[in-house]
């Protein structure tokens, strides 16, 4: 058996793991990911933090300290979120040593109710920064319209940020853009640039997801032709912006002063069609300077028969915008598609927020100490 994570990695792509829970933590499973799976980094969101939280005890005794303090929910689940990364980052610390600081990260996203505010963003980065203190921690700001200036403030205090939530084209240039401009702006306040770092967290599967749906809908020959396309071809183009805007003369300013690129992330990799091969969004996906987050069960199956056959990015621009072009004269509408995504992301990630409140609420409830 190839090993094809070993080849991905060879090929530029770093596999960071889009999942974390105390279990595997305390278990050892995530420094055994890291020795014999070539993960070299974790992201996690609201979803991950309310699954690993509501599964099992392993929370138990810090829910129990907690409630003897008569905390706040909010406090109590920001106290569990960073503990898990503070540990997870400190397991990571040698690769993150190793890379020079470009993997062995582990990022924690904002408070998913302060998405269309930027001042309430701001400060819950630099909050979140304080609270886990680990140089290799990546804060995730969602790429809403008042996220933009946020990851622009962000970076410019020196803070490695994560930009996720990222659907279209249009809005990639936008976080690309906001990401130079903290840059300049961390430069104009003497903050070395060789220390901040960022990835832009671009989705995938919820894009074929949705077009799918609507290709279905119609029900033509031309329509099911097209499925299963678009994921790819607007992740190959985003790639394509990546290319452009850092080889700018902007950015060759920036990176006269050591600057790091800001890699492109592929998120949302998991397939979410059976009718697709279940590594689709992995080995159609490999470039050099790029991350791909997966699910544990991608990662498994690109480890048992993922074919990577090298660069499938290069050279498949032109495809791709026929692609996307294909479905527009079906009548399905990219733009509509893309910003719809965005908006169910941020109600997703705030469901699962509330939901987290909830249970954590709940819970320290249950552990609460009996008067008297």
Known sequence: MTDALKRLSEEGVAIWLDDLSRKRITSGNLAELIDQQHVVGVTTNPSIF???????????????????????????????????????ADILRPVFDATQGQDGRVSIEVDPRLAHNTKSTVAEAKQLAWLVDRPN????????????????????????????????????????????????????????????????????????????????????????????????????????????????????????????????????TGVKDPAYKDTLYVDDLVAPNTVNTMPEATLVATEDHGRITGNTIAGTYDQARAEIDAVEKLGISYDEVVQLLEDEGVEKFEASWNDLLKSTEAELRRLAPSEG
Do not use: C
């Not at 309310?50 to 106290?79: C, H, N, P, W």
């Not at 990176?255 to 690129?261: G, L, S």
């Open 50 to 88: 309310q699954k690993a939280i509501s599964q099992g005890d392993g929370y138990d005794q810090q829910l129990s300290d907690l409630a003897f303090r008569k905390v706040t929910v909010e406090e109590a689940i920001r106290m569990i979120t960073t503990a898990d990364v503070r540990d997870a």
């Open 137 to 268: 921690t990546l804060i995730k700001i969602p790429a809403t319209r008042a996220g933009l200036p946020a990851i622009t403030e962000t970076i410019g205090r020196g803070i490695s940020v994560n930009v996720t939530l990222i659907f279209s084209l249009e809005r990639y240039r936008e976080v690309m853009d906001a990401y130079l401009a903290g840059l300049e702006k961390a430069k104009a306040a003497g903050i070395d640039l060789a220390g901040i770092h960022s990835v832009a967290s671009f989705f995938v599967s919820r894009v074929d997801t949705e077009i799918d749906k609507r290709l279905d809908a119609l029900g033509t020959d031309e329509a099911k032709a097209a499925r299963g396309k678009v994921g790819l071809a607007n992740a190959r183009l985003a790639y394509e912006a990546y290319e452009e805007v850092f080889s700018s003369d902007r950015w060759a300013a920036l990176d006269r002063e050591q600057a790091n690129k800001q890699r492109p992330l592929w998120a949302s």
